[in-house]
């Protein structure tokens, strides 16, 4: 268990629709960090957040966005869902901006 | 841009034959090494990691990675595998210094061990 945990595991939803993805980070680490890995694409990094503020952008849709709380959580945003955005979402943390990530459980996204 | 390459995409071992699966990155700066383990139905594990220093890398688990700079490589090495090694294996590399701690991976290496 790395300490980072996320919500849901799983999630089933329609095209059209939105979902909302959300990751608790390890204790005491400031910097969230979101993955997609599909089968075609593989893992590809989506965005960073450091202590509440976007660090840097990946290869993150429009359709996608994302914030991390005052408490350090962090939300995915993904809207206007289309079949290929199914695939695993990972979170990851660290402690500070340039640390050893260290990743959740993923959040499993299936979209009909 | 920087890539990384894992050429084995599956291999398939008996127990106790020894492992080495490759990892190459395309970068020609200082980078930070990373190997993950990703058992089935779980999430991503650190094996071990080199940012400086001894370019032999001891992880978790009886793995080690060798840094070899002049040949941009990263290859992962375990002496003797185990059914419980069964798993897929990434490589990621972060560009030291650079702009974001963003990790960029290979495409992965499914391994089966046989018992």
């Known amino acids: 268990d790395s300490g980072v945990t996320q919500t849901p595991k799983h999630l089933i939803t329609a095209t059209g629709q939105r979902v909302t993805l959300r990751c608790s980070p390890r204790s005491g680490d400031l910097s969230v960090y979101w993955y997609q890995q599909s089968l075609d694409q593989g893992l590809q990094f989506l965005i960073q957040?450091?202590?509440?503020?976007?660090?840097a952008k990946g290869n993150i849709l429009e359709r996608f966005s994302a914030q991390q709380f005052p408490d350090l959580h962090s939300e995915l945003n993904l809207s206007s869902l289309e079949l290929g955005d199914s695939a695993l979402y990972f979170c990851?943390?660290?402690?500070?901006?340039?640390?050893?990530?260290?990743f959740g459980p993923g959040t499993r996204l299936t979209v009909l | 841009a920087q890539s990384v390459s894992q050429h084995n995409h599956h291999v398939i071992l008996s127990e106790a034959a020894s492992l080495e699966l490759g990892c190459n990155y395309s970068?020609?700066?200082?980078?930070?090494l990373f190997w993950y383990v990703q058992y089935p139905g779980q999430h991503l594990q650190l094996l071990l990691k080199?940012?400086?220093?001894?370019?032999l890398v001891k992880g978790i688990k009886g793995f080690e990675a060798e840094f070899i700079k002049s040949k941009f490589s990263f290859n992962l090495r375990k002496p003797s595998v185990q059914w419980s090694d069964t798993a897929e294996y990434f490589c990621?590399?972060?560009?030291?210094?650079?702009?974001?701690?963003?990790?960029?991976f290979g495409t992965g290496t499914l391994l089966a061990v046989q018992p």
């Open positions: 957040y450091y202590n509440g503020e976007e660090r």
């Open positions: 970068y020609g700066g200082t980078v930070n």
């Open positions: 990621a590399v972060n560009v030291y210094g650079g702009a974001t701690n963003k990790l960029i």
């Open positions: 990851a943390s660290s402690e500070g901006a340039w640390d050893t990530q260290y």
């Open positions: 080199y940012f400086s220093g001894d370019p």
